[in-house]
């Protein structure tokens, strides 16, 4: 008998660890019953590029189109029979395009076939015989969680059964009949840790694994392992057995995308196959089954032979368990991984791109709902323009780093549609991968004769006073200061050129002819057309930003030029089109926003002087890169060639692209032996309609002399079709005789 000291001594100590168990016990359940009934996944934003649009008339090469369907990691077959796959013939293809939910409609899985005539689609046959059919838009990033989890959730339902059936055969063949633990599997595994004398073999069964991942930390110790077996045991009494399942399905690891965590059975679909669930074949959900008990290690494309091992004894274990049939087991064994090369659909990373679609959703969006709520985001991105963009920027820098005084030399790009203002593509340096400091958005570099348009656009809104025509002094100018100093522009050649026209000024990028337009036309109210052409950024009312002496970036750049290319309408550049929730409604939608600026005729005439920079001007060189595509633009050269430039458009494109090192250090490179060359290489891939720069009613061309800017005839050797305002036309006329043709004539035949 204990004596009765000692039970009064111990009593109390008892009690209040009998009521400390209780309350940790009540508190692991309050835990586990209301977080895991919620299942609150932090699930990411997804990315998508545009869909590509199949219609007949549209404009395709057979290669693109490849190209395309690479990205989306369509398996290239002979016969077409289930989404994902397609076969490309010699003018022909036939695609099966899966089921995708996009912002307007759930689209249903659809097989259709096109035929294409000289790079344009000549037919395209489909089930229900729509004129337009769209292939679902490449994922092109994503916005993840802090701790850079990315998932896709699936439903039960929507998991292959097979696919259960493994898994369950594989991790916890008891799992039907367990309450959360498994006391045989403690005990094999108790024997085999005493035989090697540490942790080395756990016995968790799927719901422990399932409390490990969701809630604990992956330590290996006992009081670890113990809470994870109550809560495993907790869990039990509150979930069934169909909803731990599912739990587990959404939460386990199964592989790394450089920084971005794979997790779920329903995203590890999408990384290896890109495919649904349902759209897998045995083998390949056997495959991701294997990948559960170490997806480093079985990695399908770094391990394909050990992956292929452990898939097929997944196949063998599904058998002995009674899941699956011999002959279906031998017969999925004998095909291949299923994953393919890992193209660059698989690893492709589009970070400059996304850094815009990020600070644009933050007007709308929370940071932690973008990163939570799983959200689509779909964009105006074109996986084909960007690749060009790309490999032309690296070209030249591949090309100057050859160089040693280029060795660190710097580049930026930004595409859009001229009509609409929809970013296509964005290159933030020359590592098009790198995901830090994006030159395009943050690299605000002095833009040089870039800002000149704005000037002369100025000047041109007064037609009354300035014509195309008009003659303006090139002579050598100075201006004096308020702070009582001097500024003496100097031309890029060193030289002073009299009096010119204006036309010709803007086109030769003439320094002294600008800055002195621009003192008589105000700096007030050049600074008013610029902040008209849609620049934000606060710019001082100095002489020098005539000639550009204003630091922006590429991508103010862009919207500036974006107004000119629009035909004098202001269009917020916009990268996004919609945002969707996960059942399919949309959240937010970002139509076209237009609004005019500045009159048809005065756009008309200085995108007709942007024509001749590209004729006889600064981006002549365009005459031999891309002769017969009318395109119009403008090069920028900063001083000590800091910086080279070159901003320009067609009908259905435009683009800016800057080249400059970051210690601001001269490139030895003219906005035409530098930015305009990568330029010419993206256009010449990429762009399909020429300018055609269409005069409105009240504009009038007429013949002027070249030199004078004297109204003249069509039969005079100096004369040149320029476009006026009616009213604003040259008021003399001279005429040329016979003599005065054979004069011109000899006279040009000797020079």
């Not at 422990?208 to 006992?222: D, G, V």
């Not at 859009?416 to 995901?435: E, F, K, L, M, R």
Request: some cysteine; charged content about 20%.
């Amino acid at each position: 008998m204990i004596p009765k000291f000692v039970t009064k001594r111990w009593m109390t100590p008892l009690l209040i660890l009998i009521a400390i168990a209780i309350g940790i016990l009540f508190y692991l359940d309050s835990i586990v019953n209301s977080t895991f009934k919620d299942k609150q996944w932090s699930v990411a934003s997804t990315v998508y590029a545009r869909p590509l649009e199949i219609y007949e008339g549209l404009p395709l090469s057979l290669t693109d189109l490849k190209k395309e369907m690479t990205l989306l990691g369509y398996d290239f077959v002979g016969d077409v029979k289930q989404p994902g796959q397609a076969f490309i013939g010699q003018n022909q293809a036939t695609i099966f395009i899966p089921k995708f939910q996009f912002s307007d409609e759930l689209a249903p899985a659809q097989k259709i076939k096109i035929t294409l005539n000289n790079g344009i689609i000549s037919t395209l046959e489909s089930k229900d015989n729509k004129p337009l059919v769209r292939l679902q838009p490449l994922v092109i990033g994503g916005i993840y969680p802090s701790h850079n989890e990315d998932r896709l959730l699936v439903q039960l339902s929507d998991v292959p059964v097979s696919l259960q059936e493994m898994l369950v055969a594989v991790e916890d063949k008891d799992f039907y009949n367990h309450a959360g633990i498994s006391l045989r599997g403690i005990g094999r595994a108790m024997i085999a840790n005493i035989k090697k004398g540490e942790l080395s073999q756990g016995a968790s069964t799927l719901t422990q694994q399932l409390i490990k991942n969701y809630y604990l930390t992956p330590e290996r110790t006992l009081i670890r392992k113990a809470q994870e077996a109550l809560m495993a045991m907790l869990l039990e009494l509150h979930a069934s057995k169909a909803d731990i399942l599912e739990g587990y399905i959404n939460e386990i690891y199964l592989g790394q995308d450089g920084p971005r965590a794979i997790h779920g059975f329903g995203l590890a679909s999408q990384y290896y196959f890109k495919k649904s669930l349902n759209d897998l074949s045995l083998s390949q959900q056997a495959l991701l089954v294997a990948l559960v008990r170490g997806a480093s290690y079985y990695n399908p494309w770094r391990n394909p032979e050990r992956a292929l091992k452990r898939r097929n004894l997944i196949l063998d274990i599904a058998v002995q368990e009674n899941y699956l049939d011999a002959s279906q087991a031998e017969e999925a064994k004998k095909t291949p991984l299923g994953v393919g090369e890992r193209n660059a659909g698989s690893n492709k990373r589009y970070p400059a791109y996304l850094d815009l679609v990020r600070r644009q959703l933050q007007n709308d969006y929370k940071a932690e709902d973008l990163s939570s709520d799983g959200l689509s985001i779909f964009t105006h991105f074109d996986p084909l323009i960007q690749e060009t963009a790309e490999s032309s920027l690296v070209k030249m820098m591949t090309k100057q780093k050859k160089s040693d005084a280029n060795a660190n030399l710097q580049g930026a790009v930004v595409i859009s549609q001229p009509n609409t203002g929809a970013v296509t593509a964005i290159v933030g340096g020359s590592d098009t991968q790198y995901a830090g400091f994006n030159r395009a958005i943050d690299a605000r570099r002095q833009i040089g004769s870039l800002m000149k348009p704005a000037v002369y656009l100025t000047a041109l809104e007064q037609s009354d006073k300035y014509t195309l025509a008009t003659k303006i002094s090139d002579a050598a100018y100075q201006q004096k200061l308020a702070n009582g100093k001097s500024w003496s522009p100097k031309n890029y050649d060193l030289k002073d050129h009299g009096d010119v026209l204006l036309y010709k000024a803007l086109a030769r990028s003439y320094n002294q002819a600008t800055a002195r337009l621009g003192n008589e036309l105000g700096l007030e109210n050049i600074l008013s057309t610029i902040k008209r052409l849609g620049v934000d950024a606060d710019i001082p009312a100095l002489p020098a930003i005539t000639l550009g002496a204003a630091e922006l970036s590429p991508l103010e750049v862009a919207q500036m030029y974006q107004t000119i290319s629009s035909g004098g309408f202001y269009t917020p550049l916009l990268a996004i089109r919609a945002v969707v929730d996960p059942n399919g409604e949309v959240l937010t939608s970002y139509p076209i926003d237009i609004e005019k600026r500045f009159s048809a005729s005065s756009i008309y005439i200085l995108r007709h002087a942007l024509q001749a920079v590209t004729h006889e001007g600064s981006a002549k060189a365009l005459q031999w890169l891309m002769p017969d595509f009318a395109v119009a633009g403008k090069t920028g050269t900063t001083n000590n060639l800091r910086d080279s430039w070159f901003a320009g458009f067609s009908d259905d494109m435009q683009a800016v692209v800057w080249l400059g090192r970051d210690d601001n250090k001269s490139t030895g490179l003219t906005g035409s032996s530098g930015a305009l060359r990568v330029w010419a290489d993206i256009f010449k891939a990429r762009a399909q309609q020429p300018l055609q720069n269409i005069p409105p009613k009240n504009i009038t061309i007429n013949w002027v002399d070249s030199e004078t800017g004297v109204g003249s005839q069509d039969e005079c050797g100096n004369a040149i079709p320029l476009p006026f305002v009616k009213g604003s036309e040259p008021k003399q006329e001279i005429s040329c005789t016979t003599t005065d043709k054979v004069f011109d004539w000899f006279r040009n035949l000797t020079n």
